[in-house]
């Protein structure tokens, strides 16, 4: 079972990035999606997307800049970053989980099933 995350990268401010995520070694899940941590903050969801209906939840922080996505053919899922503004600098990962939930703007993990590694999004002024 692995998570293989990659595009991570330094970008000037409003440029773009797309990252990628490999699924490898299963791929039932009910949710995949992304996940960042900056440097001296907690972990913020941004976005996932669900494997049997393909029905896309998203974070404020990524509304309207980020988009997911899902290549079922590559077992891939993908993060469309626009717009990326210096406060976007952290280390993304992509995670499967099961719970979840949009509260007042924030995409809540309540437990990830299987995390990949971190790809690191630098984005310069």
């Known amino acids: 079972v692995q998570l293989q995350a990659s595009g991570g990268g330094l970008v000037q401010a409003g440029g773009s990035l797309r990252l990628s995520c490999a699924a490898s070694g299963f791929t039932d899940y009910y949710a995949i999606g992304w996940l960042r941590q900056a440097p001296g903050k907690e972990r913020e969801g941004l976005s996932c997307?669900?494997?049997?209906?393909?029905?896309?939840y998203y974070a404020d922080s990524a509304k309207g800049r980020f988009t997911i996505s899902r290549d079922n053919a590559k077992n891939t899922v993908y993060l469309q970053m626009n717009s990326l503004k210096p406060e976007d600098t952290a280390v993304y990962y992509c995670?499967?989980?099961?719970?979840?939930?949009?509260?007042?703007?924030?995409?809540?993990?309540?437990?990830?099933?299987?995390w990949g590694q971190g790809t690191l999004v630098t984005v310069s002024s």
């Open positions: 995670a499967t989980f099961t719970y979840f939930r949009v509260v007042g703007g924030i995409l809540r993990v309540d437990e990830v099933d299987h």
């Open positions: 997307i669900t494997r049997r209906d393909s029905v896309t």
